[in-house]
């Protein structure tokens, strides 16, 4: 065992609730041989449970048949203080009632021994639930500072997403009403859309969905955000920017990995739209009298093959049209 386990094992707190004195000092004497150093003594239930409220310990040797207070009322009050960590409770009792020992489980006892425990028995589950318990406290600010990453992550990542001045700019601009709506389904997901202008007459959208959730679909999503902002002033047609991006791509993700996407140019002064498709699904036409169709078009994923080709299509559109893009979270 690491030497800095061993001595966060000796330091524990441990509180021997005992009426008997001599039980006590058995105990004590036992634990103090085995190293331990920080041993408190408790000679009924209500001095136990004001231990627990001065310092939470990490381990109480409970007796089951204390006065005042027995050890399953104990164990009932240290349950209703809802402790952050709760101190592993290791009840003896020198009843052969398996009802009472049942009970003390149901109220957050964690094991038992009967008594006389042996040394080898007592120091050994003693030193058991002691290292339990703080690997069970470090497990969870693991999991409570990941959670804080993860949440500035997504954030950042939510950042990703087009600013809303610059939206309404390029619709004030262009004449067309844009309206968009994100929601991950965890912390993080692999969908991202961007919106740019392209000329005096043109603006850009593209919508992309990295294969999978959470931080590795993510972490994709920012890699190829880089990418189409360096790609973007390069003024590169649909189907030659997703050509490049997948090139890229397919070096950069791993084998069952991919990503879908969908980008389209918008010719609002020829009122006509250009657009490419990497197995994204396919928006949807919808006209002034609520007509609909999907577009045509076809591609292989990003990153799936090297040497895929992306073929542009092009439609006109009228007054009125609107145009649905979106990821297969709407259809799943």
């Known amino acids: 065992v690491h030497s800095s386990r061993v001595d966060m094992v000796k330091k524990a707190r441990i509180v021997i609730a005992d009426d008997d004195r001599f039980v006590r000092t058995i105990l004590e004497r036992m634990l103090s041989k085995a190293g331990f150093s920080n041993i408190h003594m408790a000679t009924n239930g209500r001095e136990t449970v004001e231990s627990v409220i001065q310092e939470v310990p990490d381990l109480i040797l409970l007796d089951l048949t204390m006065p005042d207070m027995n050890g399953l009322e104990v164990c009932e009050k240290i349950n209703q203080m809802q402790l952050g960590y709760p101190p592993s409770i290791l009840v003896q009792t020198g009843s052969t009632d398996e009802a009472n020992i049942i009970k003390a489980f149901h109220k957050g006892a964690v094991d038992y021994v009967n008594k006389p425990a042996r040394d080898i028995e007592m120091v050994t589950r003693c030193i058991a639930h002691i290292e339990r318990r703080h690997l069970e406290m470090e497990r969870s600010k693991d999991h409570i500072r990941m959670q804080s990453e993860l949440e500035d ?4 990542q939510f950042d990703l997403m087009p600013e809303l001045h610059l939206i309404e700019r390029i619709s004030e601009q262009s004449g067309v009403d844009i309206a968009s709506f994100v929601e991950f389904s965890s912390e993080m997901g ?26 590795k679909a993510a972490l994709h999503t ?5 990418l189409l902002q360096d790609y973007s002033t390069m003024g590169l047609t649909s189907n030659a920017m997703l050509s490049l991006l997948n090139k890229k791509l397919h070096h950069a993700l791993a084998v069952e990995q991919f990503a879908t996407m969908c980008f389209m140019v918008l010719d609002y002064e020829a009122s006509m739209l250009s657009y490419c498709i990497a197995a994204a699904p396919l928006p949807i036409i919808i006209d002034a009298d609520g007509k609909h169709k999907k577009l045509t078009g076809a591609g292989l994923p990003l990153g799936a093959a090297a040497d ?6 092009k439609i006109p559109l009228a007054a009125g049209d609107t145009i649905l893009v979106y990821s297969d979270a709407l259809v799943e």
């Open 153 to 156: 992550a997504a954030k950042l």
């Open 190 to 215: 692999g969908d991202i859309w961007g919106i740019r202008s392209v000329d005096d007459n043109r603006f850009a959208i593209h919508t992309v969905d990295v294969t999978g959730h959470g931080l």
């Open 222 to 226: 920012f890699r190829i955000h880089s």
């Open 308 to 313: 895929s080709h992306y073929d542009q299509y």
